[in-house]
């Protein structure tokens, strides 16, 4: 991100806490304050409030965005369900300020803003389960269906929704991307979890500590849950890294191809206005492309100097179908993601390989890791030439859209401000390598932050 764009991210994040702050302020002091504080209605809202911080302080470290998951959610339910507003939002906000502040020990601003929108979110989910009759008690019991999805659904939104707009400003991406990707496979268990907050009411109403003992241990279940999910998206991306390295590790002069490869592939693909299920099966095809080029036979090709010969490049051209056959056992990859590999050499016109397919008949993440492919090989330094700047390599694709890529796709790419953000990262890498030998060679060294390193950096931890 540029400096500016940075600048004005944090602006708006500023903006975001600032809206968020102004709604928890309005539902505080439009909530009913006249409840007389008696030492059962003390214990039961310490209760609540001590099992809300553990809870939240237990919390899980996502894959994405490094944002913190954590099933405090749980007892803020039930406290909307035990206490009139706003004890259940001051319960919420306590929880959330401490964990972030002495567990988490984030940024004031990242405080204010986790506290503020959980209060919203809480706040504005007691006023939705009231105005749908849900009842609020801490001696009787009484569960009605409709004001509790109200609850839900309501802080659900909130807080996913000020989640994701503050990584979409943060990030640069579409609230819509933001909002798929932090919700991913999890919104199922969510709305079960949920459910664990009736049990607890109920227990709690019946038996007091005793019930909220008995309730802990379905909440570590539906944690390790939470946990099981996503181990296994960490581990499928730490093996694809694994296998991209190794290809890498042959020819040292590609490092870094097939990344960038598959972060323009993922930036059309977004341009494109595909869905976020459907970026990520072709950001993993691009990042995957040439892992055929493992197996033995190319690697004398791969070494060599000269030109290939027409055996050769038949030879070479064979890579294709490798690397589909390679990634063909794992199930994850079947359909889309290999099929985008195996035809990532053909041409628009049918002149290409493996099957000479044309048109629309070449499937679209093929389409665009061939468009994202021939604009790395122009936009980095190569042995023969330097590397071509993002005007060259645009006017290059529209030369030969309709014959080689896909001409909308073109079309995208040169309008594309996210791509010339990113050629832009390309460009500081280098400027950064050339800084280095500088710094190597005793001139003076200027700190050149490559940008690219800055994308898919933990640096947002909402
Ligand atoms: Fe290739």
Sequence with gaps: MTRARLVTGQYRIYLLVLGLSGVA????????????????LWNDVAVFAVTAILSEAWHLRGSFANISNSVAFVPLFSAVLLFQRPIPMLIAGLALAVVETFVRRKPLIRVWFNTAQHMVAIGLGTA??????????????????????????????INQGSVSAAIAISNGLTLRESWERI??????????????????????VKLQFV???VVVLPLFLVRQLY??????QTELEEKLELMVKSIEARDPYTSGHSRRVSE????????????????????????LHDVGKIYEEFAPLLRKQTKLTPEERIVMQTHVVRSAELLSPVAKFKGAIIEAIKHHHENYDGTGYPDGLAGE???????????ADTMDAMTTDRPYRRALTLQYAVGELRKHAGRQFDPRLVELVS??????????????????????QEAASGKSLSAVKPRWATLNSDRVGF
């Design 25 to 40: 302020g309005w539902l505080l002091s439009t909530s009913n304050w006249s409840f007389s504080l008696t030492s059962q």
């Design 415 to 436: 309008k594309s401000r996210a791509i010339a953000r990113l050629l832009g990262a390309v460009a500081s890498e280098e400027q950064e390598a050339k800084v280095g």
């Design 183 to 204: 919700g991913g496979g999890a919104r199922v268990y969510d709305v079960l979890a949920s459910s664990l907050a009736i049990l607890l009411v109920f227990l709690y």
């Design 264 to 287: 323009y592939a993922s930036a059309i693909a977004r341009e494109v206005g595909l869905q976020v299920k459907d970026i990520d099966a072709i950001r993993r095809a691009a990042l």
């Design 128 to 157: 939705v389960y009231s105005a749908l009759g849900g009842a609020v008690s801490t001696t009787d019991f009484s569960f009605r269906l409709i004001p509790f999805a109200g609850l839900i659904g309501t802080f659900f939104i």
């Design 227 to 232: 946990q099981m999910n996503q181990t296994l």
């Design 361 to 371: 008949q070449i499937p679209l993440g093929a389409r665009i890791i061939m468009v």
């Design 211 to 213: 019930g909220l003992a």
